[in-house]
């Protein structure tokens, strides 16, 4: 809605000052507006990342969660079966 403070408005008019001192409230703000996330989409996004996150880090100590070791057992197969396929057709079009 127009004129309407929104999460996101009121952090980006409050990130662009230049210290607290710049700031000078003309009103009242609803607390809030500063007790919840500025974005569902950007909230959701945020813990996806996060995710990713744990996942890598685990990853790279050797904690790989069951379904991605098998998917990743997976993929070197597959992987394997197309480089035996490309040796082979190499070796046809020598022969």
Do not use: C
Not at 26 to 36: A, D, G, H, I, W
Not at 73 to 88: D, G, K, N
């Amino acid at each position: 809605m127009p004129g309407q403070l929104t999460p996101i408005n009121a952090y980006v008019a409050l990130s662009r000052s230049r210290g607290y001192h710049n700031i000078h409230l003309l009103r009242n703000l609803e607390e809030r507006l500063f007790m919840q996330h500025p974005s569902e989409y950007l909230r959701r996004e945020d813990e996806r990342l996060e995710d990713m996150d744990r996942r890598t880090i685990a990853w790279g100590r050797g904690g790989i969660p069951g379904n991605t070791y098998r998917r990743t057992a997976q993929l070197a197969i597959v992987a394997l079966l197309i480089e035996r396929q490309y040796q082979a057709s190499t070796l046809v079009k020598r022969g």
